[in-house]
């Protein structure tokens, strides 16, 4: 049995694992998608599903007006006692001097919830994690983020005791680990093995200078060794091997003593572009989890099996049954059931009855026009991730705009400062019609322009489709489901990926998206309502 690399496919990057007697559990970031926090369960290592999104409430997570790539990063997932701890960093500011970054701690006696109120522990850096010691004490680890313009940045990791009977900090923090010199030591989480303490730390940027780096120590006040070599994990030196980014991971064990590392990974595509961040590509699918296993030497150090790069195929856990999942996203849904399929997601905030319903018109998903995807505060978008390079994604929607502020349909969508729509809306001189529309670092251009394409007065659904091509994808709209006609104009992937944002802002970490959005400038709130949307593997 293989394991086949990245296990999640589709934005799911920051991967915090853990085991649970014979299940196994990953957390990965989910920035500025609500609900927060992915959680898929495994029982052999190779086929994960995806069962929940604790940060469910608002109680929990509100990331009103966050900005792009802000809200959840790097979630940390622990099992002490019988008991599961959350830890959780809420990016309120992406660039500049400042990051402020809440870090939060959630505890919850079923994987399901619910979850406590959550505990503000502090906002000095992100990517916060819990470590349990075997003498009961417990310790937040996050990166220490230093605002001052004569340092740089990533300061190193910062450790400091949490009380769980106070639910608070206390003690004085202290410096744990500076890092080496490819800075930006970040992602820590510390493992007690025999007699050494472990910290796992990524380093070198999440690009594709990516890596993972081992430091160890026999007390956490004492200075922390580097293992010596080269990295644990990294990519960088391999630009056409199929995984790239590697790095930013954690450790588990399996209950027969084997070991192995669930870690960040990205699998680009090649493009012409000469202002390419890299000249290895680009990953419209975002930032994915990959794991390789672990072999000990002789002298208690860690290493990949098969080299620092990994591997895309890994030998699974030996004595493990193979476990497969039935699909629980459906190729087509129809909207029948009372809730949303958990794979799709709206931004920032959960949506209330009077911006979503399954019930306003059975069998349709309804959204009542808001604000336009370039808000961060109140989108009536919801979505799903790329989780492949080749799909067809299509709806069917029945929507009577009035105005040009009006409109809804089709989306990909990277940010609020990169997306397409294939929508429809509303002309002065032809009424309602077909337009397509992409928005390209900010600047938004129609393709049809002043010749949208009118929609017939007898047609009560209008069906929209997208089809991804690797590197290229394009609209096409009909109707009466079966007649085809495709938007003359090639979009292009790459645009939907971090390495294009990266290229002019800071913050970029997330992937594309695929989805339905409706919008009214008006404040008339008009409904679109759509009868199905299909997600389909080419």
Same mark, same amino acid.
């Given at each position: 049995?293989?394991?086949?690399?990245?296990?999640?496919?589709?934005?799911?990057?920051?991967?915090?694992?853990?085991?649970?007697?014979?299940?196994?559990?990953?957390?990965?970031?989910?920035?500025?998608?609500?609900?927060?926090?992915?959680?898929?369960?495994?029982?052999?290592?190779?086929?994960?599903?995806?069962?929940?999104?604790?940060?469910?409430?608002?109680?929990?997570?509100?990331?009103?007006?966050?900005?792009?790539?802000?809200?959840?990063?790097?979630?940390?997932?622990?099992?002490? /006692?019988?008991?599961?701890?959350?830890?959780? *960093?809420?990016? @309120?500011? %992406?660039? =500049?001097?400042?990051?402020?970054? &809440?870090?939060?701690?959630?505890?919850?006696?079923?994987?399901?919830?619910?979850?406590?109120?959550?505990?503000?522990?502090?906002?000095?850096?992100?990517?916060?994690?819990?470590?349990?010691?075997?003498?009961?004490?417990?310790?937040?680890?996050?990166?220490?983020?230093?605002?001052?313009?004569?340092?740089?940045?990533?300061?190193?990791?910062?450790?400091?005791?949490?009380?769980?009977?106070?639910?608070?900090?206390?003690? /004085?923090?202290?410096?744990?680990?500076?890092? *080496?010199?490819? @800075?930006? %030591?970040? =992602?820590?989480?510390?493992?007690? &093995?025999?007699?050494?303490?472990?910290?796992?730390?990524?380093?070198?940027?999440?690009?594709?200078?990516?890596?993972?780096?081992?430091?160890?120590?026999?007390?956490?006040?004492?200075?922390?060794?580097?293992?010596?070599?080269?990295?644990?994990?990294?990519?960088?030196?391999?630009?056409?091997?199929?995984?790239?980014?590697?790095?930013?991971?954690?450790?588990?064990?399996?209950?027969?003593?084997?070991?192995?590392?669930?870690?960040?990974?990205?699998?680009?595509?090649?493009?012409?572009?000469?202002?390419?961040?890299?000249?290895?590509?680009?990953?419209?699918?975002?930032?994915?989890?990959?794991?390789?296993?672990?072999?000990?030497?002789?002298?208690?150090?860690?290493?990949?099996?098969?080299?620092?790069?990994?591997?895309?195929?890994?030998?699974?856990?030996?004595?493990?049954?193979?476990?497969?999942?039935?699909?629980?996203?459906?190729?087509?849904?129809?909207?029948?059931?009372?809730?949303?399929?958990?794979?799709?997601?709206?931004?920032?905030?959960?949506?209330?009855?009077?911006?979503?319903?399954?019930?306003?018109?059975?069998?349709?998903?309804?959204?009542?026009?808001?604000?336009?995807?370039?808000?961060?505060?109140?989108?009536?978008?919801?979505?799903?991730?790329?989780?492949?390079?080749?799909?067809?994604?299509?709806?069917?929607?029945?929507?009577?705009?009035?105005?040009?502020?009006?409109?809804?349909?089709?989306?990909?969508?990277?940010?609020?400062?990169?997306?397409?729509?294939?929508?429809?809306?509303?002309?002065?001189?032809?009424?309602?019609?077909?337009?397509?529309?992409?928005?390209?670092?900010?600047?938004?251009?129609?393709?049809?322009?002043?010749?949208?394409?009118?929609?017939?007065?007898?047609?009560?659904?209008?069906?929209?489709?997208?089809?991804?091509?690797?590197?290229?994808?394009?609209?096409?709209?009909?109707?009466?489901?079966?007649?085809?006609?495709?938007?003359?104009?090639?979009?292009?992937?790459?645009?939907?990926?971090?390495?294009?944002?990266?290229?002019?802002?800071?913050?970029?970490?997330?992937?594309?998206?695929?989805?339905?959005?409706?919008?009214?400038?008006?404040?008339?709130?008009?409904?679109?309502?759509?009868?199905?949307?299909?997600?389909?593997?080419?």
């Amino acid at each position: 049995m293989k394991i086949q690399n990245p296990i999640l496919k589709g934005f799911n990057p920051d991967p915090s694992i853990i085991r649970v007697g014979e299940v196994y559990y990953i957390a990965t970031s989910t920035f500025e998608w609500w609900p927060g926090v992915q959680i898929h369960m495994s029982l052999d290592l190779v086929n994960w599903k995806l069962i929940g999104h604790p940060l469910n409430e608002k109680r929990l997570l509100d990331m009103t007006g966050n900005p792009d790539s802000g809200g959840i990063w790097a979630p940390d997932l622990s099992w002490h /006692d019988g008991k599961f701890y959350l830890v959780y *960093t809420d990016v @309120k500011v %992406t660039d =500049g001097s400042f990051k402020d970054c &809440i870090n939060y701690l959630i505890t919850a006696r079923d994987i399901m919830g619910p979850w406590s109120d959550p505990v503000e522990l502090n906002t000095a850096g992100f990517d916060a994690s819990l470590f349990h010691d075997d003498d009961g004490r417990k310790y937040l680890l996050n990166q220490y983020w230093d605002p001052r313009s004569f340092h740089h940045p990533f300061y190193g990791i910062m450790c400091t005791e949490y009380s769980e009977e106070e639910k608070k900090l206390i003690g /004085d923090p202290w410096l744990i680990y500076a890092g *080496t010199e490819e @800075k930006f %030591t970040e =992602g820590p989480h510390i493992y007690k &093995i025999g007699s050494y303490y472990y910290l796992f730390v990524a380093q070198g940027g999440t690009v594709y200078a990516h890596q993972e780096r081992v430091a160890r120590a026999k007390t956490l006040k004492d200075t922390f060794e580097t293992q010596p070599g080269e990295p644990f994990l990294t990519t960088i030196d391999v630009p056409f091997h199929p995984i790239q980014k590697a790095g930013h991971g954690s450790l588990v064990s399996t209950q027969t003593g084997e070991w192995y590392f669930a870690h960040l990974m990205g699998r680009p595509l090649h493009h012409s572009y000469e202002s390419a961040v890299d000249p290895r590509g680009w990953c419209p699918l975002g930032r994915e989890t990959g794991i390789q296993k672990v072999i000990w030497d002789e002298d208690n150090w860690p290493h990949i099996v098969g080299g620092h790069m990994g591997k895309e195929f890994v030998e699974a856990p030996m004595g493990i049954q193979e476990h497969k999942w039935e699909n629980t996203c459906p190729e087509k849904d129809d909207f029948d059931e009372e809730r949303l399929n958990i794979y799709f997601q709206s931004l920032r905030i959960p949506l209330p009855d009077e911006v979503i319903s399954l019930k306003d018109r059975p069998g349709h998903l309804r959204l009542y026009g808001r604000q336009s995807p370039a808000s961060t505060f109140t989108q009536a978008h919801i979505a799903r991730r790329w989780q492949h390079f080749s799909f067809d994604a299509e709806t069917k929607i029945d929507y009577r705009p009035k105005n040009i502020q009006q409109f809804a349909g089709l989306t990909c969508y990277y940010n609020t400062q990169n997306w397409s729509m294939l929508q429809v809306t509303w002309n002065e001189k032809y009424g309602r019609v077909i337009d397509a529309v992409s928005t390209d670092l900010g600047k938004t251009f129609s393709v049809y322009g002043e010749n949208p394409v009118p929609v017939p007065e007898n047609a009560p659904y209008v069906y929209l489709k997208a089809e991804v091509r690797g590197i290229e994808y394009r609209y096409s709209y009909s109707f009466d489901g079966s007649n085809w006609q495709q938007v003359p104009y090639i979009f292009d992937s790459a645009k939907l990926s971090d390495e294009y944002i990266k290229a002019v802002y800071d913050a970029a970490f997330t992937g594309a998206f695929v989805g339905m959005a409706s919008v009214d400038g008006l404040g008339t709130r008009i409904p679109a309502d759509f009868d199905y949307f299909i997600y389909k593997e080419r």
